[in-house]
């Protein structure tokens, strides 16, 4: 059917809407053999959505609570050991998941620091209001911009459009600024995980997408009474057409050597994309990627030929591909040079309770472990295990380490901001960056 100027317009502007934050054009198309890796500071956050299992994922083996607090969950210390047999102890009190392979060959060598009891005071239970405290930094109702949002807003304004960047699901709370807008990648599949981050045309007409196009920037770029909000508009949606295919154009020409685990591995497929923006665009340095369904009230473990083994399921099968995506994405900025430049940080919106519930699942609880990764790492155990023996009232385990604390240790000495201005308050260096 046909459509009017109106209509064109405004499909036109919902086409490209993906990318409609990129006021400025690059200079040039950049490629990874031409990126100086000197001074860059990488930054990557992975979101682990539902309420990750922190005791079975850091698991305090040696403790006599945890086991009768699980006694079908808890791992004993002769479990603790990969696929291949290789032991996920860490030390005489705590292990990994045996699905953590690739994580404890990275915390062996010094590249990991595990932060463990990592919470807030007075812990909310709601995963949409926890998640909005986490990704605001405020405890009080999780209101307001995104603290990295804030920190865009320090340290990124004037600075390419492509210098923070979502990957898949919508964009994050944490991302949300007052000046800086970040764009946010819906992986497409295929084989071109960038094929919807163009202007995207009436696909039953595809012969005619030059001609859409051309339309599309003549109608753009025509002249609009100045500082209208047509003009804006039109600006705006030129410069990400502009945009877009200029960064279609830099990923395009990504090669490496590492092969991502991408079957049956979101995460990866969506690793494999930051790594194809970080080696190919210079000032692309802040990403933040999301990892869905750690909400296990049931069947955390097992299957239905085997419901209670714990070397499978749904949680063990989470953290396998966590484990490996962190491990391909290492290797990947190894092999570009890139290694000493990226940090990578986890979080989940709270942990689990620490005793099993009778569907062989925990529900909702309270601290859990974040994951600090990198060359830039002092790697080792930090904070403190929270007693299983000392509960609070709801019969959860209490906090020992504000996760705003991890945020400011990331925030002082690695992105060089202004910490206490972004949270709202000075918090504790935690050790693992110099």
């Known amino acids: 059917m046909p459509i009017n100027r109106r209509q064109f317009i405004k499909r036109s502007a919902v086409a490209v809407s993906v990318s409609l934050v990129m006021p400025k054009l690059w200079t040039g198309q950049a490629s990874a053999q031409q990126i100086n890796a000197a001074d860059r500071k990488i930054f990557v956050v992975i979101q682990m959505a539902g309420g990750n299992d922190g005791l079975n994922t850091v698991i305090p083996y040696a403790d006599a609570k945890y086991q009768q607090l699980r006694p079908t969950l808890g791992f004993k210390d002769t479990e603790l050991k990969d696929a291949a047999g290789n032991s996920t102890i860490l030390n005489s009190n705590l292990g990994l998941h045996p699905a953590l392979s690739e994580i404890k060959q990275l915390f062996d060598a010094n590249r990991v620091a595990l932060v463990t009891g990592v919470g807030y005071p007075a812990p909310n239970l709601s995963h949409f209001l926890s998640q909005d405290i986490w990704q605001t930094a405020n405890t009080n109702g999780g209101a307001g911009n995104g603290w990295l949002g804030k920190y865009a807003d320090q340290k ?11 990957v898949g699901g919508s964009l994050p709370k944490a991302l949300f600024a007052d000046h800086y807008v970040t764009p946010n990648i819906s992986p497409a599949g295929g084989t071109d995980p960038f094929a919807n ?4 045309t009436d696909p039953r007409n595809t012969g005619d997408k030059t001609n859409q196009l051309n339309a599309f920037k003549t109608t753009t770029t025509r002249s609009f009474e100045a500082d209208s909000f047509l003009s804006a508009l039109g600006k705006a949606s030129f410069d990400a057409e502009e945009g877009a295919a200029q960064l279609r154009a830099a990923v ?3 090669t490496s050597p590492v092969t991502y685990p991408t079957t049956g591995n979101q995460l990866a497929s969506a690793m494999r994309m930051v790594a194809q923006i970080a080696t190919t ?7 933040y990627v999301q990892l869905g369904g750690f909400d296990h009230h049931s069947a955390e473990i097992g299957s239905a030929q085997a419901p209670t083994d714990k070397t499978i399921g749904q949680h063990a099968t989470l953290l396998g591909n966590l484990s490996k995506s962190i491990k391909a994405f290492y290797d990947d900025m190894a092999a570009h040079s890139l290694a000493d430049n990226v940090i990578l940080m986890t979080w989940s919106e709270f942990g689990r ?4 519930n009778a569907s062989i699942g925990t529900d909702h609880g309270t601290a859990s472990v974040q994951m600090v990764v990198g060359n830039p790492i002092h790697g080792g155990i930090y904070g403190e295990q929270p007693s299983l023996s000392d509960l609070d009232s709801a019969g959860n385990i209490k906090f020992k380490v504000d996760f705003r604390s991890v945020y400011a240790t990331i925030l002082d000495k690695w992105l060089g901001a202004d910490s206490k201005a972004i ?12």
Do not use: C, M
């Open 252 to 254: 395009a020409g990504y």
């Open 353 to 356: 309770r620490p005793n099993e």
């Open 197 to 200: 981050y163009q202007y995207l």
């Open 281 to 287: 665009i210079a000032d692309a340095n802040l990403f």
């Open 156 to 166: 990124l304004v004037g600075q390419s459009s492509l210098a923070a960047v979502s």
């Open 423 to 434: 949270l709202g308050s000075q918090f504790a260096n935690i050790g693992f960056l110099g």
